[in-house]
């Protein structure tokens, strides 16, 4: 892979999951029934990140959580033979609160939707909200993001890839690189 560009730098990007932060605050009337869910791997940083915003701005504390989508997914047969399932973390009862999932990128839409599928196994929400850091297009199925950093419209052969600290040892990021 070669590196296009990096379309967003650290302060960038913090400054976007800032506005995210103050979108959901508002969206929900305040923090009350907030569930963050951050879908592994890099939504689980990123989700953190939201929450300790929103303890800065609002001076509340949000569950968090987390969501291993592997077994979800409808290419499971297309991506390995035998998958694992990883650990899923649902840090409350998740029965009619307002559920903000969590990702770095969203792309055709179907991580998000077996992250959907995932959350209904513990309880149904009252709601359930995406937030992604980008969002690139090329969706395959009819799910948006109620909240986004930034839309990055790619090509198919392009890729978008979000670093934080805790998954990647660099700095917050994202990259476009050509396949």
Not at 63 to 72: E, H, N
Not at 77 to 88: C, R, V
């Amino acid at each position: 892979m070669k590196l296009r560009s990096v379309i967003m730098t650290e302060a960038e990007v913090t400054r976007s999951l800032a506005r995210i932060t103050h979108e959901l605050i508002e969206r929900n009337r305040g923090t009350d029934d907030l569930i963050l869910i951050g879908i592994k791997r890099r939504g689980l940083p990123l989700a953190r990140m939201i929450a300790a915003n929103i303890e800065r701005f609002e001076g509340a504390s949000v569950p968090v959580g987390w969501v291993d989508v592997t077994l979800y997914r409808d290419d499971l047969t297309e991506t390995t033979d035998l998958p694992a399932a990883g650990e899923t973390h649902i840090p409350c009862d998740i029965g009619g609160k307002c559920v903000v999932l969590v990702d770095d990128v969203i792309f055709t839409g179907r991580t998000a939707r077996a992250a959907i599928e995932a959350v209904f196994k513990y309880g149904r929400p009252d709601s359930i909200r995406l937030a992604v850091l980008v969002d690139r297009g090329h969706r395959e199925l009819p799910i948006r993001p109620d909240h986004v950093g930034k839309n990055i419209p790619t090509a198919r052969s392009e890729l978008i890839a979000v670093t934080v600290p805790e998954t990647d040892g660099e700095p917050l990021s994202v990259k476009l690189f050509e396949r």
